[in-house]
């Protein structure tokens, strides 16, 4: 049964880093590709960032580009978010979510939502002074 297991979230100061992790398992690494998103309150739901099931390919949506970067160890079946140069406006429960892509393991889409079929509970970031 695939499941996943958002970690790393907390209170943190403008300006500083969190590194969020996904902890995958119930499924082969390199068929799913992974995509951080989050929510804030009052808001919809934003993708932030994918990585394909090889992690030969990321995306990021521009808000975070630049300031946040997504790995994986598929060994470890685990996908990290590092967070740096945080803003109070990236407070939000952060979830990741997989998408099956066993045909197409170098690629990954941060904007089509509806693909991923499997997520996280979340974890809750709080980007203030």
């Known amino acids: 049964q695939l499941q996943l297991v958002e970690s790393g979230g907390g209170l943190v100061q403008p300006g500083g880093s969190l590194r969020l992790s996904c902890a995958a398992s119930?499924?082969?690494?390199?068929?799913?590709?992974i995509g951080w998103f989050r929510q804030a309150p009052g808001k919809e739901r934003e993708g932030l960032s994918c990585?394909?099931?090889?992690?030969?390919?990321?995306k990021y949506v521009y808000s975070v580009k630049g300031r946040f970067t997504i790995s994986r160890d598929n060994a470890e079946n685990t996908v990290y978010l590092q967070m740096n140069s945080m803003k109070p406006e990236d407070t939000a429960v952060y979830y990741c979510?997989?998408?099956?892509?066993?045909?197409?393991?170098?690629?990954?889409?941060?904007?089509?939502?509806?693909?991923?079929?499997?997520w996280g509970q979340g974890t809750q970031v709080t980007v203030s002074s």
């Open positions: 979510a997989a998408d099956y892509t066993p045909f197409s393991t170098n690629m990954c889409t941060v904007m089509a939502e509806g693909r991923y079929d499997s």
């Open positions: 119930g499924f082969t690494p390199e068929y799913y590709a």
């Open positions: 990585i394909s099931g090889s992690g030969r390919s990321t």
